[in-house]
């Protein structure tokens, strides 16, 4: 039995929520450092992932004689979101009006971003281990023949 797959499956998941988890905190890092007055500075990422079956599946046991493209076009790509503007008329970057923009990071959705990423991981790590278990049990039943 090849295990190998199921290893290297749970591995790819859990190097995708472990990147996702990176994205979210950059992100939360970078939440209150302010844009200059013409709008520069750090913008907002997100992790942009597809997965595609392979070619010529037809059913579910194609699917898995096949096998699935795992993580294929993981990347970071900025997002366009409104500026968060705050009134701090004595700030040095404020604007003539009195207000600092800051990236348009909403704090609620990365702490749900880095929320769903540690399940996801956890039921990675889960897969990974149950994979584990089988092959050292499948090695103990062939030592005792």
């Avoid at 013409?38 to 599946?57: D, F, W």
């Avoid at 076009?73 to 600092?100: F, I, K, N, T």
């Avoid at 704090?107 to 749900?112: D, G, K, N, S």
């Amino acid at each position: 039995m090849d295990y190998q797959r199921a290893f290297a499956i749970s591995a790819a998941g859990m190097s995708a929520e472990k990147l996702r988890v990176d994205v979210a905190a950059l992100n939360l890092a970078n939440a209150n450092s302010p844009l200059s007055p013409q709008g520069a500075g750090y913008q907002p990422l997100r992790v942009m992932s597809t997965t595609r079956a392979a070619h010529g599946v037809r059913s579910f046991g194609d699917l898995v004689e096949q096998g699935m493209a795992v993580n294929q076009g993981l990347s970071v790509a900025p997002y366009r979101a409104p500026a968060r503007r705050v009134h701090e008329p004595g700030h040095p970057q404020a604007d003539r009006d009195g207000y600092v923009s800051y990236p348009g990071v909403d704090t609620l959705t990365e702490m749900m971003i880095m929320m769903v990423a540690s399940r996801a991981y956890e039921a990675d790590v889960a897969a990974f281990n149950a994979a584990k278990t089988m092959a050292l049990k499948a090695l103990e039943i062939g030592g005792r023949t």
